[in-house]
T-cell receptor
Framework: LAKTTQPISMDSYEGQEVNITCSHNNIATNDYITWYQQFPSQGPRFIIQGYKTKVTNEVASLFIPADRKSSTLSLPRVSLSDTAVYYCLVGDGRDDKIIFGKGTRLHILP | GAVVSQHPSRVICKSGTSVKIECRSLDFQATTMFWYRQFPKQSLMLMATSNEGSKATYEQGVEKDKFLINHASLTLSTLTVTSAHPEDSSFYIC??????????????FGEGSRLTVL
């Protein structure tokens, strides 16, 4: 199972674009990259998932370079409610265990 | 998306008692569920992988006799903390993969259960 590395914490201001990068040097051919968001005292929730290039949905974009050894979660125009911990995971549906890294604690300031 | 529900969301118990936490997949069948615990300001730590109809696979350092996991049906897995002690106080979270997500591995998480042992 590929290991991921993210910044421990980030601060930003409301209305800014926030980019959180995740390194996954040992990503396997069949692995997808998935980002989750977790608020205090809640279970994580899915944000976005991708395999290569760029994926965009209503809440975020995910940029994946050709070598797939890293990925960047982009949150456009953040608000205070985006303050949370963001986790990057890599793997496929055959993984018999899902290991979380330390995640990135994002703090949005007014 | 698929829904996973946990119950209870909060539980307080006395030291030495046992507590059961239920994890249900409401709109899909989950052959595999994962149980995590999370301490304040820390990441999720995988405790065990629960497979329907078979024994759970526990991570190193997790006592299988203390954290009993039962996955008797495709929609229900339970975690029982036996003879709970204050150090077992934590946030317990379950997750499952939905059918059709096999290739991508997307997980759906329960709301979590906060256990406080007095």
């Amino acid at each position: 199972l590929a290991k991921t590395t993210q910044p421990i914490s980030m601060d930003s201001y409301e209305g800014q674009e926030v980019n959180i990068t995740c390194s996954h040097n040992n990503i396997a051919t069949n692995d997808y990259i998935t980002w989750y968001q977790q608020f205090p005292s809640q279970g994580p929730r899915f944000i976005i998932q991708g395999y290569k290039t760029k994926v965009t949905n209503e809440v975020a974009s995910l940029f994946i370079p050709a070598d797939r050894k890293s990925s960047t979660l982009s949150l456009p125009r953040v608000s205070l409610s985006d303050t949370a911990v963001y986790y990057c995971l890599v793997g496929d549906g055959r993984d018999d265990k899902i290991i979380f890294g330390k995640g990135t604690r994002l703090h949005i300031l007014p | 998306g698929a829904v996973v529900s946990q119950h209870p969301s909060r539980v307080i118990c006395k030291s030495g008692t046992s507590v059961k936490i239920e994890c249900r997949s409401l709109d899909f069948q989950a052959t595999t569920m994962f149980w995590y615990r999370q301490f304040p300001k820390q990441s999720l730590m995988l405790m065990a992988t629960s497979n329907e109809g078979s024994k759970a696979t526990y991570e190193q350092g997790v006592e299988k006799d203390k954290f009993l996991i039962n996955h008797a049906s495709l929609t229900l897995s339970t975690l029982t903390v036996t003879s709970a002690h204050p150090e077992d106080s934590s946030f317990y979270i379950c997750s499952a993969r939905a059918p059709g997500q096999g290739a991508t591995g997307e997980l759906f998480f329960g709301e979590g259960s906060r256990l406080t042992v007095l």
